[in-house]
């Protein structure tokens, strides 16, 4: 079965720390992707990575940045967290263009204080 | 650009009554329809899908979904709710406008199945 696995459930940060959400996949997919999501709005797009060392920007970046030096791991970076951020991160991957679907993992509750 | 529009961010049923969760979309090419499906403290899981071909799609747990041009509508059904179909549902629609399938996704529809 297919594994996306995100490394904490629950992280609690103070403002100012630098944060590292991992994410890892066992499934040779070329895209992945990180989202946010928050009540009311749903899900929403940070950062998204279709091969190693490649990334692009989302619908709302601002304050995030990822990295993706290995095709399993993706890994999105709060450089100074505000409480603003404190939210559910999702990461999700995909294969190509032509298998819809994304998996996703469990999910990290973030929370900062 | 695409869009999705799930009306009712909240939706109580009886258990054995009917589900009906609804989806709007809106692209300028055909779509590509998604329902996922979370539960609590979890991440989301596909319930179904349409890409292409029949416009009834059948998906797990016995929801299925109908993809009505027309109506620019996904809605997703299900004849009976059982306890355990309590959850949120996410409608999404995939963005074509790039290399990468990006999902654009609702707002999500939290339902709840009373006894």
């Known amino acids: 079965d297919v594994k996306v696995t995100q490394s904490s459930r629950y992280l609690v940060k103070r403002t100012g720390e630098k944060v590292f959400l991992e994410c890892v996949q066992d499934?040779?997919?070329?895209?992945m992707f990180w989202y946010r999501q928050d009540p009311g709005l749903g899900l929403r797009l940070i950062y998204f990575?279709?091969?190693?060392?490649?990334?692009e920007k989302g619908d709302i970046p601002e304050g995030y940045s990822v990295s993706r030096e290995k095709k399993e791991r993706f890994s999105l970076i709060l450089e100074s967290a505000s409480t603003n951020q404190t939210s559910m991160y999702l990461c999700?991957?995909?294969?190509?263009?032509?298998?819809?679907?994304?998996?996703f993992g469990s999910g990290t509750r973030l929370t900062v204080v | 650009a695409q869009s999705v529009t799930q009306l009712g961010s909240h939706v109580s049923v009886s258990e054995g009554a009917l589900v009906l969760l609804r989806c709007n979309y809106s692209?300028?090419?055909?779509?590509?329809l998604f329902w996922y499906v979370q539960y609590p403290n979890q991440g989301l899981q596909l319930l179904l899908k349409?890409?292409?071909?029949?416009?009834l799609v059948k998906g797990i747990n016995g929801f299925e979904a109908e993809f009505k041009k027309s109506e620019t509508s996904f809605h997703l059904t299900k004849p009976s709710a059982h306890m355990s179909d309590a959850a949120e549902y996410f409608c999404?629609?995939?963005?074509?406008?790039?290399?990468?399938?990006?999902?654009?996704f609702g707002t999500g529809t939290l339902l709840a199945v009373q006894p």
């Open positions: 990575s279709y091969d190693v060392k490649m990334k």
């Open positions: 999700a991957t995909d294969i190509l263009r032509d298998d819809y679907g994304y998996t």
């Open positions: 349409y890409t292409t071909g029949a416009t």
């Open positions: 692209s300028s090419v055909p779509p590509y």
């Open positions: 999404a629609v995939s963005d074509q406008s790039g290399a990468t399938n990006k999902l654009i």
């Open positions: 499934m040779d997919h070329e895209n």
